[in-house]
């Protein structure tokens, strides 16, 4: 009695978390999955097609999800080897005990807590074709040449994307890690300088091992949140210039609102889920491998 | 008075550099001039964009595209802003958003400290099993469950309400508020637990009585946390919300801009009035703000 007691307190404390939890991600996600196999338009009856939706992902010209998928990928790349080297660099500069050490870790931050809509309409501003800073900059030191409608011609738009990405969570990989950098104790530090490291070499053969775990977690962040990439896209090119900046989750709402294909819009949820996870996994066995 | 400035400035930083040897100032000055080169560039380049943002929401259209685009404002039209509240309708969005945000941190908060206690102090089997289920709200994206809940809302009629968005954000907040309300909790002395059972407690009482008045600490963390990701979430409310009368922020924002394609002062008005509020908080709470991203990531 006393035990079936302790359950069922132990029960009602969890109630509210299970409902959320459950109501508002798990369920759906099962029914994703499940909706994923259907042809179905959201109002007639839907029709069951097996593996069809993910076949025709991969390989329809109409729906772009190979591109979709590549831009992601490319925005990844960048993130892991240009945005979090910075970051880590940075990170082991603040670590180093330097003047006003404080005001810039903080003022490095900052972009990361304003919304991505404010950053997007900034950088819209900067990349105006007419009057943006940009091309006015490149006008007023005669490199007019090299003028673009940025987020509206095909070789740019992808880059337009990636440029304000990186720069906007690169304080945010850096906290992370200077957290970290700030966690190894100067004894070993000072112990590998008594024994003749430079401090680039201290950085590289003690603080960086130590922070590894630290830049595991990164490394997650960064690519799964290029896979989620949404924000920034749906300001900066909607997607365009003819499609050649989608990312999954802009074509996840317009199989929604422009196609109404829920059924492939739900497969293309899935994927993310699974891609996320798979992305997820495969890092942290990445690092464990060099750790053996 | 003078001098004794000068000496505390003189004295100040020799004693905070005492104790440590590894410092930069015993590099060779080149190397010197080039990290503080660097950082004070990097620097410049982060704080631009909020420069640039508050100067143009005060100009005129002909001086942003005439020969003042990144000077100080000529004339400061403050009436930039009162577009943008009364014709932007910035003001309405505003409330939206401060509605939706600190419901669904409420509600976060409420359910995390919970399922928490349940968690970390009651002993149970499952308890590791069920934490592990719980984070997987870490690794899952927001994304993956967007059709679904779109499907069900529209058809209950539920799409633009606040609660549309006030529940997935709570549940989107969920796991995070978990790992960070667990980092608070095992720290509380379990003593306290054994104690408040002799004298009677049971477990209701201990949460409420005991608990919970602990956790005042961890509530801020948590609070700013999930106040970001709620303040700043573009994408549910973009799906979600279609009428004017319930648009969070950045929606708003982005019918705006829709509306001013051509006078860029009331945007910017619109970009400044949802930003500096976040950035005001900053300066007073930065390490707050700071200690609250570490604790969510670093123990993930």
């Known amino acids: 009695m006393k035990k079936l007691e302790k359950g069922f307190t132990i029960f009602l404390f969890l109630l509210p978390a299970l409902l959320l939890f459950i109501g508002i991600l798990i369920a759906p996600i099962a029914v994703s999955v499940y909706r994923s196999l259907y042809d179905w338009d959201g109002f007639s009856k839907a029709t069951f097609i097996g593996l069809e939706n993910y076949k025709e992902l991969f390989t329809s010209g109409s729906i772009k999800f190979t591109v979709s998928l590549k831009n992601a990928l490319i925005l990844a790349f960048f993130s892991v080897f240009v945005q979090l080297p910075f970051a880590l660099f940075l990170a082991l500069l603040l670590g180093r005990k330097v003047k006003a050490e404080r005001s810039f870790l903080s003022i490095f931050f900052m972009p990361v807590l304003i919304s991505t809509v404010v950053i997007g309409q900034l950088w819209l501003k900067i990349y105006n074709p007419d009057y943006g800073l940009l091309n006015r900059f490149l006008d007023l030191v005669h490199l007019g040449n090299l003028k673009h409608v940025w987020v509206g011609e095909v070789e740019t738009a992808l880059g337009s994307i990636i440029v304000p990405t990186i720069w906007q969570y690169v304080g945010y990989h850096m906290l992370l890690m200077y957290a970290g950098v700030k966690g190894v104790s100067l004894d070993l530090r000072e112990a590998a300088m008594l024994d003749g490291a430079t401090k680039w070499q201290v950085d590289r053969y003690v603080v960086i091992p130590i922070i590894k775990p630290i830049i595991r977690v990164s490394v997650i962040f960064a690519v799964t949140g290029s896979l989620k990439a949404y924000d920034l896209v749906r300001i900066l090119t909607e997607g365009g210039p003819f499609k050649t900046t989608e990312v999954p989750s802009t074509l996840l709402e317009e199989m929604l609102f422009l196609r109404n294909r829920y059924g492939m819009g739900s497969t293309i949820s899935v994927m993310l889920i699974i891609l996320c996870f798979a992305f997820a996994l495969a890092i942290t066995a990445a690092f464990k491998d060099r750790e053996a | ?300």
């Open chain 2, 1 to 300: 008075m003078e001098e004794k400035k000068k000496m505390k400035k003189k004295e100040a930083p020799v004693y905070e550099y005492q104790e440590i040897e590894y410092t930069i100032k015993q590099t060779n000055p080149v190397a010197k001039v080039l990290t503080y080169t660097l950082l004070v560039i990097w620097a410049l380049i982060n704080l631009f964009p909020i420069y640039f943002m508050f100067t143009f929401s005060l100009k005129s259209n002909e001086e942003i595209f005439g020969a003042n685009v990144i000077g100080i404002p000529r004339e400061w039209r403050w009436s930039n802003y009162t577009s943008a509240m009364n014709t932007g309708n910035m003001g309405r969005y505003f409330v939206n958003s401060l509605i939706v945000t600190i419901a669904a941190i409420a509600i976060s908060i409420f359910a995390a400290l919970m399922a928490t206690y349940a968690l970390t102090r009651i002993k149970w089997r499952a308890s590791k099993l069920m934490n592990s289920f719980l984070m997987l709200g870490l690794t899952i994206p927001i994304q993956a469950s967007i059709v679904p809940i779109y499907v069900l809302l529209s058809r209950a009629h539920w799409l633009n309400k606040y609660s549309t968005l006030i529940i997935p954000y709570s549940a989107f907040t969920l796991s995070m508020s978990i790992l960070i309300c667990t980092g608070f909790m095992v720290d509380i002395p379990y003593d306290l637990d054994e104690s408040a059972r002799i004298d009677g407690c049971g477990l209701w009482r201990t949460f409420f009585a005991i608990i919970l008045p602990l956790m005042k600490p961890a509530l801020s963390t948590i609070g700013i946390y999930a106040y970001l990701q709620c303040w700043n979430e573009f994408m549910f409310a973009n799906v979600f919300i279609s009428d004017s009368a319930h648009r969070t922020l950045p929606v708003g924002i982005r019918a705006l801009s829709g509306a001013y394609t051509t006078d860029w002062g009331p945007i910017g008005a619109a970009l400044v009035i949802a930003t500096f509020p976040t950035l005001l908080v900053y300066i007073f709470l930065s390490r707050r703000i700071q200690e609250s991203f570490i604790a969510g990531a670093v123990k993930g």
